[in-house]
Every structure is written in structure tokens, then in C-alpha cells.
T-cell receptor, first 115, second 110 residues
Framework: NAGVMQNPRHLVRRRGQEARLRCSPMKGHSHVYWYRQLPEEGLKFMVYLQKENIIDESGMPKERFSAEFPKEGPSILRIQQVVRGDSAAYFC?????????????FGSGTRLTVV | DAKTTQPPSMDCAEGRAANLPCNHSTISGNEYVYWYRQIHSQGPQYIIHGLKNNETNEMASLIITEDRKSSTLILPHATLRDTAVYYCIVRVSNDYKLSFGAGTTVTVRA
């Protein structure tokens, strides 16, 4: 049973470009969470999604950031018109229930570098 | 969320037990104590959690004081692969958000 898969592992974008980060949850998991870790900082909750629904996006920046989890396919975190301050590691976690009875399973993350 | 306080760093000798303290003096009765770790360049990994009883699994043991104001994560036989940042988190069971602090950077030395 594969774990949470995130791709790409590393992504370099120029300022003003778009970044698309993908997260495939574990098999049987229908709840997905995105976290961001800025350099030298702790992980911060961004958004919680179920299939085709955004449940809580209270941690998402108000502009340029969006997330989706379609009926088919991975969850996508989209950052439009990236700026240097978006450089960070973005982690996705999934769970079969919300919240899970135990801990979350995290992916290995996507490291976004904006140049 | 109740906040936690952890030492910023600690060293441990390979093969010895590592005892990681965490203070959560404002924890409420329905909040659990969770421990995660983050090995360099990887995503956080769940270790263990508990409410008020001590817990043990294949990775670690969790000792929670009777007043629940502090806890200790014990790695019984630390290896070099246990070098990581360890996070102590408290949350209610029906809250899906995790609030990560700065954690404790544990370095296991040969």
C-alpha cells in the first residue's frame, strides 16, 4: 500500500509563473490536508478537503492560492503568480476519517523555489 | 489549542534511551498529547499519542504525568536514524488541525 504521494519533489518557478503541486492520498483515504513549512519555521495548516469539497481553507492566503480535490485524480494546490515569499516546503497528509483515530500520514513534500 | 513548550535541542548517544520532555500546563481535559517527528527533508511522521494513560508502541513510549501538565517521549534505544525534529502537539480528538511549534531537534551521536 503506497503512502501519500506528492509530486514533484522539487519545483522551481520564476516570479509570476504558476505552481501546481499534486497529492495522491493513501488508498482508501478521502480526506486531504495541506500544510506549508516556510524556511526555519514550523508547519502551518493551509486547507482541508474531501472529495470535491473544501471543508476548511482558513489557513490559505487570501489571494493567488487555491486547492481542489476532484472526484477522480489527485488533490492539487495551485499558486498563481508566485513570489519569492512562496518558497517553502508544501506537505500533504491524508486520513480515512476526519480526524483520524490515530495520526495522519504525510507525504514527503514538494519543495518550491521561486527565483 | 493548548500550547506546548519543548527544549530547542538535545543530544543523545546511540544505543541509549532518549527522553524528550514536553510541557502543556494549560491542557484541557479532552485534549490528547500527540508526538510527531520530522527527519530532514521528509514529511512529519506520527509516533504516538495518549490522553492520560501511558502508552507504548513499536517506536516509543509516552509517559503523561498524573496532572497531565507534562509528558515525556521515550525512544528506548536511539539510533542515528532517530535524528530528527520532534514535535509535541495537543489537540482535541475531533479537531483535524495540527499546530506545530518549533519542536526539539534531537541529534543522536555515535
Amino acid at each position: 500500500n503506497a503512502g501519500v504521494m506528492q509530486n514533484p519533489r522539487h519545483l522551481v518557478r520564476r516570479r509570476g509563473q504558476e505552481a501546481r503541486l499534486r497529492c495522491s492520498p493513501m488508498k482508501g483515504h478521502s480526506h486531504v490536508y495541506w500544510y506549508r513549512q516556510l524556511p526555519e519555521e514550523g508547519l502551518k495548516f493551509m486547507v482541508y478537503l474531501q472529495k470535491e469539497n473544501i471543508i476548511d481553507e482558513s489557513g490559505m492566503p487570501k489571494e493567488r492560492f487555491s486547492a481542489e480535490f476532484p472526484k477522480e485524480g489527485p488533490s492539487i494546490l495551485r499558486i498563481q503568480q508566485v513570489v519569492r515569499g512562496d518558497s517553502a516546503a508544501y506537505f500533504c497528509a491524508s486520513s480515512p476519517t476526519a480526524p483520524p483515530n490515530y495520526g495522519y500520514t504525510f507525504g514527503s513534500g514538494t519543495r518550491l523555489t521561486v527565483v | 489549542d493548548a500550547k506546548t513548550t519543548q527544549p530547542p535541542s538535545m543530544d543523545c548517544a546511540e544505543g541509549r534511551a532518549a527522553n524528550l520532555p514536553c510541557n502543556h500546563s494549560t491542557i484541557s481535559g479532552n485534549e490528547y498529547v500527540y508526538w510527531y517527528r520530522q527527519i530532514h527533508s521528509q514529511g512529519p511522521q506520527y509516533i504516538i499519542h495518549g490522553l492520560k494513560n501511558n502508552e507504548t508502541n513499536e517506536m516509543a513510549s509516552l509517559i503523561i504525568t498524573e496532572d497531565r501538565k507534562s509528558s515525556t517521549l521515550i525512544l528506548p534505544h536511539a539510533t542515528l536514524r532517530d535524528t530528527a525534529v520532534y514535535y509535541c502537539i495537543v489537540r482535541v480528538s475531533n479537531d483535524y488541525k495540527l499546530s506545530f511549534g518549533a519542536g526539539t531537534t534531537v541529534t543522536v551521536r555515535a
